[in-house]
């Protein structure tokens, strides 16, 4: 549905005009699983979205519909409580804005929108994002943008129940057209790097799957990286996350750290090690050996970090021997969604229909594929 569409649907289901929000999902170059490690992530905001109308309800009341799976949440302002699935997202958001003081009353919302579920472009940040952005906007409150974006995280932690990074609400909230972030985590700083080569696109591999324990395995990641930095902690002080370690260190102590944390955390060290690398080559316009660093990271994810599945691999796999891919790697969490890839502009129909063809034969399954721009991060629209 087109902006237009969804203001006309507001107007006759509400009988008032509504405020517009665009809220993209985010693709990540590099730097994946980084973000809770007070790490470095390299993302941007992508032209898929989720669009929200939204206008006051004049009372205590919020109604928010959600057009693409024809459901609607009610609550009132005075008493969030936790509701189910996507609901969680605005309830969430609504009551952590009021936990920080702000005045938010109640509301009339539709949510339509183009960012496929599930396939790791962040969907769920660019719900918070429409909300956290979407209630400042309508009820003139004084949120800061990185307190929007802290606001999103914190209903993904408490009220969906994933401990994740700041990564994907950060990008939604901080995205500028033709501009990756260069995040640290830890002092949530960022410098903006151009990605604009007019030879080369970001083109996405949907694999279609999307493993039930992803949100369960993500957290007992997290949970390893931090059970790698208590052990470390006792050696080195200064380690206050693996942002602080070092391979030697975690070499030092490979008798003391469970295997499997050994390999989680060095990945991590690894990653961080290669965002920065990959920063400068970017810089440099030295695109070759950006792709390498993704294709290392792609590595590590499958065979360190272990979230990787086996569509993802694949679809990395078939780009090895097209000399028009400049690098390819699975994005996100893990467990399914997109693969991202570095295409050469004139190659990019060639190369779709080479990954739809070969993966349906493989999976018995169409992939999607997505021709992504780097775009400006939630606004609202006339
Ligand atoms: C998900 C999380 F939401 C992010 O915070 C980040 O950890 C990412 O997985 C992995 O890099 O998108």
């Given at each position: ?183 640290d985590c830890r002092s949530l700083q960022h410098v903006y790097l151009p990605f604009d080569f007019p030879d080369y696109c970001i083109v996405l591999c949907n694999s279609m799957v999307h493993h039930s324990l992803a949100s369960s395995a993500y957290n007992e990641r997290r949970r390893q990286c931090e059970e790698g930095v ?139 594929i997505y021709v992504g721009q780097i775009v400006d991060g939630v606004h609202a629209v006339d």
């Amino acid at each position: 549905m087109q902006l237009d569409d969804l203001r006309r649907a507001f107007l006759r289901h509400f009988q008032t005009d509504p405020l517009l929000i665009v809220s993209p999902g985010r693709v990540n170059l590099i730097g994946e699983h980084t973000d809770y490690n007070e790490g470095y992530v390299m993302p941007g905001a992508i032209d898929k979205a989720v669009i929200v109308a939204m206008a006051p309800s004049g009372s205590d009341l919020c109604e928010v519909h959600a057009l693409n799976l024809q459901q609607t949440d009610r609550f009132y302002v005075s008493h969030i409580s936790q509701g189910e699935g996507w609901q969680n997202y605005v309830r969430g958001v609504v009551y952590f804005m009021q936990q920080r003081g702000h005045a938010v009353q109640g509301f009339y919302a539709m949510i339509d929108g183009d960012i496929p579920m599930g396939s790791g472009l962040s969907s769920s940040a660019a719900l918070e994002g429409a909300f956290s952005f979407g209630l400042h906007q309508l009820f003139g409150l004084e949120l800061t943008p990185l307190e929007m974006a802290l606001i999103g995280q914190q209903a993904e932690h408490h009220y969906v129940g994933v401990r994740c990074g700041i990564m994907d609400q950060y990008t939604n909230i901080f995205g500028r057209r033709n501009q990756l972030i260069r995040l640290d985590c830890r002092s949530l700083q960022h410098v903006y790097l151009p990605f604009d080569f007019p030879d080369y696109c970001i083109v996405l591999c949907n694999s279609m799957v999307h493993h039930s324990l992803a949100s369960s395995a993500y957290n007992e990641r997290r949970r390893q990286c931090e059970e790698g930095v208590s052990i470390l902690k006792k050696y080195h002080p200064e380690v206050k996350s693996l942002r602080d370690a070092s391979s030697a260190m975690l070499h030092e102590h490979i008798q003391e750290i469970p295997p499997k944390v050994y390999m989680r955390c060095m990945y991590v060290v690894e990653e961080n090690e290669r965002v920065l690398l990959a920063g400068s080559c970017l810089q440099q316009g030295n695109l070759e050996k950006f792709g390498d660093l993704m294709y290392a990271s792609h590595i590590g994810l499958q065979k360190q970090y272990e979230v990787s599945c086996e569509e993802l691999d694949y679809l990395v796999e078939l780009t090895l021997n097209r000399e028009d891919v400049i690098g390819a790697r699975m994005m996100g969490g893990g467990f399914g969604g997109c693969t991202i890839n570095i295409v050469h502009r004139d190659a990019v129909d060639d190369f779709k229909q080479y990954i739809v063809s070969a993966y349906q034969k493989k999976f018995h399954r169409v992939p999607e594929i997505y021709v992504g721009q780097i775009v400006d991060g939630v606004h609202a629209v006339d």
